[in-house]
C-alpha cells in the first residue's frame, strides 16, 4: 500500500467527493477474498442456482470496479449491491416465467404475434 495514503488508495479526478479508487493490486486480493463467499450469499439468501449467482456476483464488482469507495466499507457495500442485483434478477426470473406461461396458453390471434413476443421475451 504504497500511493502516499493512509488506505492505500488514491482519488482521482473524476470522482465523487472523497471518494477513494481501489489501486488494482488491492481490488485483486478483495476479489479473492470475497468472491466465493458473495456466491455463497446468492445463493443461500436469494436461492439463485450456482450459476446464477456467480453471474450476479460478477456483475457486482462490474459496478465496484467505477463506484467501489475504498476508504469506506467496501465489503459491506458490495453485498449490498449483490443483493440488489440478486433481488432484480429474481423479479426478471418472474416476470419471464408469468410472461411465458401467458403467451404459451395462446392468447394471441396468431402465430406471428407469439414470434414477436418471443423474440421481445428473449431480448429482456
Excluded at 52 to 74: C, H, M, S, T, Y
Aim: aromatic content about 6%; glycine content about 6%.
Amino acid at each position: 500500500m504504497g500511493s502516499g495514503t493512509k488506505s492505500g488508495c488514491s482519488k482521482e479526478p473524476g470522482q465523487g467527493p472523497g471518494r477513494m479508487s481501489m489501486p488494482d493490486a488491492e481490488l485483486a486480493a478483495f476479489y479473492e477474498e470475497v468472491f466465493m463467499p458473495l456466491v455463497r450469499r446468492a445463493t443461500w439468501r436469494h436461492r439463485l442456482c450456482k450459476e446464477d449467482a456467480r453471474d450476479v456476483v460478477q456483475d457486482a464488482f462490474l459496478v465496484a470496479i467505477e463506484k467501489i469507495d475504498a476508504a469506506g466499507n467496501p465489503k459491506a457495500w458490495l453485498i449490498q449491491v449483490v443483493d440488489h442485483l440478486a433481488m432484480n434478477h429474481q423479479r426478471k426470473q418472474v416476470r419471464r416465467s408469468k410472461l411465458l406461461s401467458k403467451w404459451s396458453r395462446g392468447d394471441f390471434e396468431s402465430a406471428a404475434d407469439q414470434r414477436v413476443v418471443a423474440s421481445r421475451v428473449q431480448q429482456s
